[in-house]
């Protein structure tokens, strides 16, 4: 560990200061008082790292894409465009740190987005770049216009949104206007693929139609919409194995799916999750994305919902092939707690906030139950009536064994990527609830993940959460470590504010799947 390098409070120091306190009751326990001074240390804590971890790119990597904080080496997994950079725009902006935001605002306004000699993904680009180039303009724009040192500069940050989207936008050029996302741009190609993903595809209409609104430009938003038609209108009904969950990939010719396999895992999670996002930014016009979120959270609730033989207090979701359940899951789906919360919010339905909880308190035990204190990659269980001999679902191999017994989960990939998905469910239970062992959650989740991951000049992914030390690092810093991790660890402590869930009862922003906030378009609710 390198400490020595920033100043942290005296509390961040302390991995017990809030150990985690036993759930009892989910539903009935008391919620504390909240303690300000030791919230506004822990979020001082947050931001500390954060500075550290831009020092780190700023000194090492900047203008590329990602640091190295082992070898204080550089990559360009996205395109040269220096991702780091745009992600930690908004969180620099949230945490009111006017030099970083200035030097992000100016080499925004530098990036060249007509070249790149690598393949471009329209997804990861639209949720990175696209998200955190309009979320800045909204900052800046509206209530974080004391930080706005020079306007000319914030609206030519919307004309780079822009020209990125111009870019991007052959990729809709398709028979059926379901997008490619593997992009090459010069000259204008496609690696060829004949499928997308309902994640790939579906995750798009939140930027693609902020776009649309903040430029007046509608033919963004048509684009993205066009895509998205399809995955609301399943084709043939047997994608649909229950309402509202659908299979996982799409002919881009057809638009008929190919197969009925899936969940709330990664390559399907960030579509339901914008289902229900689209209808917070818009309710005027996105009403049937809310029907069809529901749809797919009540068929969850009924059928997906799975209780582990050693632990049966535990809920997660399980995955489905068909109507055969698979009980498999990952750290990335531990956004589901999070979705389930801020569904029961906007549409005044505590099921799903109880039900959201609980989802929560789950992911919350794949991080207790390891040595790091942080959860895996991906983890599997069994039911109480699980066949001996099911293939799809097989017992914890011997290895494991004990380790199941107590965890109620086994984990198959012990890998930590810099994920963020736990402490942003932990966010929204915090919102909903307002009990500060939410809170206490996420300050032990980043205490661990600041403990095991902070080496050399940033943070670096685990190999094996379940090993001390996490069993040896891989030497990279994921650009959304600034954009999520950091944002939703330090806004679970910071004092209230417009852009924060659920604020006096109302969502006046909504945040993209980068931890992008967004200004809502039409009424907040």
Not at 25 to 30: A, E, H, I, N, V
Not at 240 to 255: K, M, S, Y
């Amino acid at each position: 560990m390198h400490f020595s390098q920033i100043v942290i409070p005296a509390v961040a120091l302390l991995s017990g200061t809030a150990q985690a306190i036993p759930t009892g009751d989910l539903f009935t326990r008391q919620s504390r008082p909240d303690n300000h001074t030791l919230n506004r240390e822990r979020a001082d804590a947050v931001k500390a790292s954060f500075k550290f971890a831009w020092d780190g790119y700023k000194t090492y990597a900047f203008p590329n894409d990602e640091l190295h904080p082992v070898s204080n080496g550089f990559s360009n997994s996205r395109n040269g465009w220096g991702a780091s950079a745009v992600d930690a725009f908004s969180t620099a902006l949230v945490m009111q740190i006017p030099d970083i935001v200035d030097t992000i605002l100016e080499f925004i306004l530098t990036i060249n987005f007509d070249e790149t000699a690598d393949q471009v993904s329209l997804f990861e680009t639209t949720i990175r770049y696209l998200g955190g180039m309009l979320s800045g303009y909204d900052f800046l724009k509206g209530p974080l216009a004391n930080l706005n040192s020079n306007d000319t500069a914030t609206d030519l940050v919307l004309k780079q949104a822009e020209r990125l989207a111009n870019n991007l936008a052959f990729a809709f050029d398709t028979p059926t206007g379901i997008p490619s996302n593997n992009l090459i741009f010069n000259p204008q190609g496609t690696d060829g693929s004949t499928t997308n993903g309902i994640a790939t595809i579906g995750t798009l209409v939140l930027e693609w139609v902020h776009l649309s609104d903040l430029s007046g430009n509608k033919t963004y938003g048509e684009l993205a919409e066009k895509g998205e038609s399809y995955l609301l209108a399943p084709k043939p009904a047997s994608s649909e194995p229950w309402p509202g969950l659908i299979g996982t990939n799409v002919d881009i010719n057809t638009g008929l799916f190919q197969d009925a396999s899936g969940g709330w895992v990664g390559g399907d999670d960030s579509f339901y999750e914008y289902l229900l996002k689209m209808y917070v930014y818009d309710s005027t016009r996105y009403g049937h994305y809310k029907d069809r979120w529901v749809l797919a959270a009540d068929s969850s609730i009924e059928h997906l919902a799975s209780n582990p033989s050693t632990r049966p207090e535990l809920t997660f979701l399980a995955e489905f092939d068909g109507q055969k359940k698979i009980f498999e899951s990952q750290h990335l789906a531990c956004f589901d707690g999070g979705s389930f919360i801020l569904g029961g919010l906007v549409l005044k339905e505590q099921k799903y906030i109880d039900f959201g909880l609980a989802l929560v308190n789950g992911c919350h035990d794949t991080y207790v139950s390891t040595l790091t204190g942080i959860g895996p990659e991906v983890f599997r269980w069994v039911e109480k009536n699980t066949a001996a001999n099911d293939t799809d679902n097989p017992p914890p191999p011997a290895d494991e064994a004990a380790f199941y017994e107590k965890a109620g989960f086994y984990i198959t990939n012990g890998n930590y990527n810099l994920r963020p998905e736990v402490i942003e469910s932990f966010y929204y239970a915090y919102r909903a609830t307002g009990d500060q062992t939410y809170r206490d959650w996420a300050w032990n989740a980043f205490v661990a993940i600041r403990d095991n991951c902070m080496v050399g000049s940033g943070f670096a992914e685990l190999n094996d959460v379940n090993k001390v030390k996490g069993g040896g690092y891989n030497d990279f810093q994921e650009s959304f470590l600034f954009a999520e991790v950091l944002k939703y660890a330090y806004l679970i402590h910071a004092p209230d504010n417009v852009w924060q869930v659920e604020h006096n009862g109302k969502n006046e922003w909504v945040f993209n799947t980068e931890a992008h906030p967004f200004k809502v378009w039409g009424p907040p609710i």
